[in-house]
């Protein structure tokens, strides 16, 4: 009798096949791993649903077309690709992530023009940014030193693995005692964290920075819920001592939606709770799940 494989932890296509996550391997030469030299995208399924799938495989496309990355792939077969996933794993909350390497050149090449560009996906149990106290009570973040990469070094606004500023800040972070961290740049405004990106409540207005991050998905639809919501948002520089000032911090990810930010280096914001706005976006977020504008079911029969 032979057993059928595990696709309960999630599931990968690599090489044009479906396999466990667990045994899910790409090829040590692959620029993706020796250099970074990759693009992603993340999307969420939740309650058996994409959201909002349209926008990250357009964001896929604009991240691989300014990286010169070709997954060789459209976006219905890419769909077809991430739909196999989850429905293979059968989660009905699932974080999806596409992605495209540089591949390898043939050996003796050192041209990235020659590499032949690989595509990888897969599905896995729903990725949350904060655990279930966190986003009851609010996270502590702590605002690093460490400058986030110059937008005329790496283009932020395509997404990449060029994580390493962002993973030294969050370890210092999390030496500390915070939870998560925040990023400046070389004027020293805030910019975004490790996979999210960031806005404050000041004088009745949301604040968040318009450039140097990446244009999250999630942060559009807080732009978005702002605007249905008749709340004003204010889209420029976003020094820290503002950010220390503001009434509400809150979070914006696919891993999670809005997360309440109680605490900036150890100081305590607004009230210490997670403000009125920030709670109304919050409730928005998880309400426009059951928008058909936004919600794309998966057939998991098919
Ligand atoms: C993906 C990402 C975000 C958040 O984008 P969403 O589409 O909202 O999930 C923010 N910053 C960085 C660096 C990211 O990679």
Redesign the pocket.
């Known amino acids: 009798m032979s057993s059928e494989p595990d696709y309960s932890h999630g599931v990968a296509y690599v090489a044009g096949r479906y396999v466990p996550i667990a045994e899910a391997a790409i090829p040590i030469t692959d620029w993706g791993f020796l250099r970074s030299d990759a693009t992603y995208d ?1 999307v969420t399924v939740w309650d058996g649903a994409y959201f909002r799938l349209d926008a ?1 495989l357009e ?1 896929f496309e604009r991240s691989c077309r300014r990286w010169r990355l070709d997954p060789g792939l459209d976006r219905a077969q890419i769909t077809d690709i991430l739909s196999r996933c989850v429905r293979l794993s059968g989660l009905r909350a699932s974080y999806v992530e596409m992605i495209c390497t540089r591949g390898q050149p043939p050996w003796g090449s050192r041209d990235p023009r020659q590499a032949v560009n690989r595509f990888y996906a897969f599905a896995v149990p729903f990725v949350w940014l904060a655990n279930e106290q966190q986003r009851a009570q609010g996270l502590h973040v702590m605002i690093s030193d460490v400058q986030r990469i110059s937008p005329r070094s790496v283009d ?1 606004t395509a ?1 990449n693995y060029h994580w390493n500023d ?1 993973t030294m800040g969050l370890l210092g972070a999390l030496d500390a005692g915070a939870d998560s961290v925040l990023l400046v740049d070389g004027q020293g405004h805030v910019v ?6 960031v806005f404050g409540v000041v004088n009745g207005r949301i604040v968040t920075p318009g450039e140097g ?2 244009e ?4 559009r639809t807080v732009i978005e819920m702002a605007a249905s919501l008749g709340l004003e948002v204010a889209i420029g520089p976003v020094p820290v001592p503002t950010l220390r000032g503001a009434a509400e911090v809150f979070l ?4 999670g939606g809005v997360l309440p930010v109680t605490r900036l280096d150890g100081q305590v914001i607004g009230d210490g709770r997670p403000g009125p706005i920030t709670t109304r976006l919050v409730q928005t977020y998880w309400a426009w799940h059951k928008d058909p504008a936004y919600r794309l079911a998966i057939d998991y029969a098919a």
């Open positions: 993340v990250h964001r932020p997404k962002l975004e964290g490790p996979g999210f990106n991050m990446l999250g998905i999630s942060r914006s990810t696919s891993g």
